[in-house]
């Protein structure tokens, strides 16, 4: 199975936590792809993973089965000659725009499950992976919250969330869907300007069942938990926003225990 992370350092804590979680749920061959970059702008400066995080990753996804592998790919080159000009000050880092620079990486295969480093395996996940999807660009989940606000076609849901997206990049290759994604990024300021391009630019995604992205409550049939910025109305109104290596946090805020085996196998490494 292909998986493909994007971002700076800063993504490494929750990367090691979600390809654990992965570990756990997959007896096949993990490929790990890590799409990094540096990056200054005028107020950050941005480092990328280091070779050393990914080797120490790779020997550890090496435990569970022999023939997984971690490949860590600077794409600074790459990203820099072609900045989303427009989103690099927005509240979100520029590189949640990476994953749009996938199609420029001829080493990545053409079947392969994008993950945010928020996102926690918790079922076999293969289903979701092995679909078909040779007509389609990509396969998502719509929005919890995106879907009431942004759509496309005001008869029904189709604004999808890009947080979990199994990426057929021989199409988006063919269809250039990437390529004009970058170019609105470049262009145009927008809200989570990687989503809102690749909602606006799709014409072939494939909707699936909540289950492969929930961004809210669990619930028994959950595979892929993504820890995103949910409200709550009761007794206030509030903005919760927890992510899985904020362990206490996610005892104690949203009173999941769930976890606590993966935890431990996280914080051992960590200290190691």
């Known amino acids: 199975m292909n998986i493909l992370y ?7 804590d929750g990367t090691l936590l979600s390809v654990l979680s992965l570990m756990e749920y997959s007896s096949e061959p993990l490929r790990i ?30 435990e569970k089965h022999p023939e997984s592998s971690v490949t860590l790919i600077d794409a600074t080159e790459i990203f820099s000659r072609n900045l989303p000009a427009a989103n690099l000050d927005t509240r979100f880092t520029p590189f949640c725009m990476l994953r749009l620079f996938a ?5 990545l295969p053409e079947r392969i499950l994008y993950l945010d480093n928020d996102v926690i395996c918790r079922k076999d996940f293969s289903e979701f992976y092995y679909q078909d999807i040779e007509n389609y660009e990509l396969a998502g989940v719509l929005d919890y919250y995106g879907k009431h606000l942004f759509r496309k ?5 189709d604004y999808i969330n890009s947080g ?35 909602n606006k630019l799709c014409t072939a995604k494939k909707l ?17 938990h993504h820890f995103t910025t949910s409200f ?18 996610v005892r104690s805020v949203l009173k999941i225990r769930e976890y606590d085996a993966l935890f431990s196998s996280y914080l051992a490494l960590k200290s190691n």
């Not at 990056?39 to 995080?53: A, D, G, H, M, S």
Request: proline share 5%; with cysteine; glycine share 2%.
């Open 6 to 12: 994007c971002g700076d350092k800063n993504i490494a």
């Open 33 to 62: 792809y890590l799409l990094t970059a540096s990056l200054k702008t005028e107020n950050k400066v941005y480092l990328p993973l280091t070779y050393e995080f990914a080797y120490k990753l790779e020997r550890k996804v090496k």
């Open 103 to 107: 199609d420029k990486i001829p080493s």
């Open 153 to 157: 076609n005001p008869l029904k849901f």
């Open 164 to 198: 979990v997206l199994l990426l057929n990049l021989k199409k988006i290759r063919e269809t250039g869907l990437f390529r004009s994604c970058r170019r609105v990024c470049k262009t145009k300021k927008m809200f989570m300007p990687d989503q809102s391009a690749l």
């Open 208 to 224: 699936c069942s909540g289950k492969y992205n929930e961004q809210r409550k669990l619930h028994d049939d959950t595979v892929f």
């Open 232 to 249: 709550r109305f009761f007794p206030v109104l509030r903005k919760v926003s927890v992510k899985p290596w904020q362990i206490d946090k």
